[in-house]
Every structure is written in C-alpha cells, then in structure tokens.
C-alpha cells in the first residue's frame, strides 16, 4: 500500500481499514496454505476464495470507475485478485479432475 498507493490505497487514507485487511488476508493465507496441502478435503474454502476474490474485485472496480481519484486500482488489486481467482479456480478444479478428465466425487476421493 505504501509503495503503491494509486494501486493499492483509496483515499481518504484509512490505517485501521488497511490494518484490518491485512490481517483478514495474512490469516485467509494461512488457512488457503494449510488447506493446499489436501485440496479435496479443503474445496469450499478453495471456492469460497475464488469468487469472494471476484466479488471483491468487482465492488472496487465499480468504485474505481466512479471515482476518476480511484482509477489505479484497476490496474492495482482489482487485476490481482482477478488474476488470483483465476489462477485458484484453474488449479482447484483441476484438483478435482479423475485422471479421466471427469470431476472427482466425494466418494471416489475417499477411496
């Protein structure tokens, strides 16, 4: 945020807002590292991450086109969690792929 801020801070500048998301991150970093380690056992947590990142970076790309001030953060964190989100989606679901190509069952993946 600081080294950044068009990208990565709005305005008015906020300290306990940037404190708090940074908290909510850095622990959703250490369950998504945790639950890495067996995907399967771990998909709705992996799903709920990619579309609140996408829900997320849908809110702060509507408020970054109403505000002209706010326009970095299209190129800033609403593209990175975009990217994120895709990039997690891509490997979930692939997570979720039988050697087959077909999706992996609950059932199937306990065998």
Request: charged fraction near 15%; charge should be neutral.
């Amino acid at each position: 945020m600081r080294l950044w801020p068009a990208g990565w801070a709005w305005t008015p500048d906020q300290p306990e807002y940037e404190r708090m998301i940074l908290a909510i991150y850095a622990t959703l970093g250490v369950f998504l590292i945790r639950a890495a380690r067996d995907p399967l056992a771990n998909l709705s947590l992996l799903w709920f991450t990619v579309w609140s990142s996408v829900a997320h970076a849908l809110v702060m790309a509507v408020e970054a086109i109403r505000d002209p001030s706010e326009r970095g953060h299209l190129p800033g964190d609403v593209l990175v969690l975009l990217l994120a989100a895709a990039v997690l989606g891509m490997l979930t679901a692939r997570a979720t792929q039988t050697p087959a190509g077909r999706p992996e069952t609950r059932r199937a993946a306990a065998i």
